[in-house]
Each structure stands twice: as structure tokens, then as C-alpha cells.
């Protein structure tokens, strides 16, 4: 049986990696910054934000449940297009991201929306 070896750097030093530089993105126009890698969900809540969708029936808040983009809870629409689901889609520079009232159709671009939603 061969000796464990020891890793060269002992202790283990940090990777050297840094995050990119910030941007921009605005949530119901309020301006937040960014990382690039960064789910909508993360930036919201860098911010502080925690619930960003009412439920149809009762109104109740919801954001992030699962984070995983099984459970819907977290859907919002993001440069006009509803229902994405926060926790999946990552953050570009200049997104408009708003609070989803309802289906989000309502306020759907128009190529997004469709016949079966208005």
C-alpha cells in the first residue's frame, strides 16, 4: 500500500478567484446591483427582498420556496416576460425585473403573450 501523499500547498490555500465587475439591474425600478452568474433570485435577495409574487387566490406573498425551480413560488417577470422562475434565471445587465400580479399576463409583452392570454 502506497503513503498518502500531502498536497503540495499545506494548509490549503484560497483559490485565487474574484468575482466580475458589478452591473445593473432594476427591480420594479428600483436600481440593485449585480454579479454576473447570479440568479434573479439571489440579486432580490442581496437586496432584501423576499416575496416579489402574490398568489391568485388569497394574495398571500411568495418568493423563493425550493430554489430549485420545481415549486413556481418564485415566478416574476423579467424584461416583460412573466412567469420565469427567479431562482433559475440569471441576471443580465440592464434587466427590468418586476413583481408578477396574478398569471403575469396582464402586463406581457405583447410577442409573449399571445391570443390565449389576453
Known sequence: MRPLRRHSAHPPQPAPARPDETFTVTFDG???PALSGQTVAAVLWAAGVTAWRDTRGAGRPRGVFCGIGVCFDCL???DGRPNQRACLVPVRPGDAIRTQPGT???????????????
Not at 403575469?104 to 389576453?118: F, I, L, N
Open 76 to 78: 416574476v417577470t423579467v
Open 104 to 118: 403575469g399576463w396582464a402586463d406581457a409583452r405583447p410577442q409573449d403573450a399571445g391570443a390565449d392570454h389576453e
Open 30 to 32: 428600483r436600481r440593485l
